[in-house]
């Protein structure tokens, strides 16, 4: 079993920063692939950013490339998003998900677990 809690969200101006955290207790990352989604009210969950298990391979979504970063901590068990240059369209609920390693791509909406999800707010 795995339990991820996100936190960082809050409220920032455009062109502002956050960094997101997900923390991870029950398990180890060490073989998990981890994500970041996102989702509106009245959306489906958006894929935003994730990172293998080994931490080679990294993805993003077009619309935050060159403003999201994702990293990992394996010694701390957190995955970490840091978002710069803030825009309202950034507005949603950030999830944190994990999975066990697998070839499938990372952007695909099946993920083993979830967290709660934490509020980013960016006002203009």
């Known amino acids: 079993q795995v339990q991820l809690v996100e936190s960082g969200g809050g409220l920032v101006q455009a062109g502002g920063s956050l960094r997101l955290s997900c923390e991870a207790s029950?398990?180890?990352?060490?073989?998990?692939?981890l994500g970041w989604f996102r989702q509106v009210a009245g959306k489906e969950r958006e894929f935003v950013a994730a990172v293998d298990w080994s931490g080679t391979s990294i993805i993003y979504t077009d619309s935050v490339k060159g403003r999201f970063a994702v990293s990992r901590d394996d010694a701390k068990n957190t995955v970490y998003l840091q978002m710069d240059s803030l825009k309202p369209e950034d507005t949603a609920v950030y999830y944190c998900?994990?999975?066990?390693?697998?070839?499938?791509?990372?952007?695909?909406?099946?993920?083993?677990?979830w967290g709660q999800g934490t509020q980013v707010t960016v006002s203009s």
């Open positions: 998900a994990a999975r066990r390693l697998g070839l499938r791509p990372m952007t695909n909406d099946d993920y083993d677990y």
């Open positions: 029950g398990r180890t990352f060490n073989y998990y692939d």
